[in-house]
């Protein structure tokens, strides 16, 4: 499941609200298609427990009977563990995720990122890196963007910025990990189980669940 593209799993979602009976909206034009959109890509070799879509929808089921009918067309692997309804004025949420938890689950610990490690990491006021992009690069200062950060030694969780704006993968924390303690990349799969919005300021920031800005349909 983990292989498989955003793009099979936007279709696959289409196909399944269709199959649901859900009565989303639809564009006009041309070319119709549904009002739909995700809040951060997976990329691919990335599992998840904590991923987000909007839809619009014209009327609605109870969350409890929405739930039961879009499980009932999914497949083994997928599966929906909330249906909520939005304020009228709320943006979307891939405009409204500003953060995200990923955990390392580490296959080989010879040469473990420590507890330890993770404490010194965080005592840094700049963490360098080279930022690559097809016409450019330039050095960026991660750390401001790297909001909590742990370890077991068998895994490393990591809270950090995610969205437009700021965008930190987990494998760029883990590589400059690895580069200021001279440690080997720890082989293993990354999850992403939580994704937040920022309900404060820039300043103050306050994250929130993207979950937590809906409501029960009753």
Partial sequence: MRFIGHLDIMRFFQKAIRRAGININYSEGFSPHQKMSFASPLGVGLISSGEYFDIES??????????????????EGMEVTSFKKLPDNAKNCMASIAAAD?????NNTANPITKEITDSF???????????????????????????LSSDEKSVFM?????????????????AICSLYNLDTPKGIYERVEMYAN?????NINLVTLESLGENIE
Avoid: C, Q, W
Wanted: glycine fraction near 4%; hydrophobic fraction near 35%; proline fraction near 3%.
């Fill in 159 to 175: 809270k950090v910025a995610s969205g437009s704006v700021n965008n930190i993968k987990p494998e760029i924390v883990i590589d």
């Fill in 102 to 106: 990923y955990v390392l689950h580490i």
């Fill in 122 to 148: 965080l005592s840094r006021d700049n963490v360098v890196i080279t930022k690559k992009t097809k016409k450019s690069e330039r050095e960026i200062n991660i750390r401001p963007f790297i909001y909590e």
């Fill in 199 to 203: 309900t404060g300021t820039e300043d």
């Fill in 58 to 75: 014209n009327t609605s089921f109870s969350s409890e009977e929405s739930l039961r009918l879009l499980n009932g067309a999914m497949v």
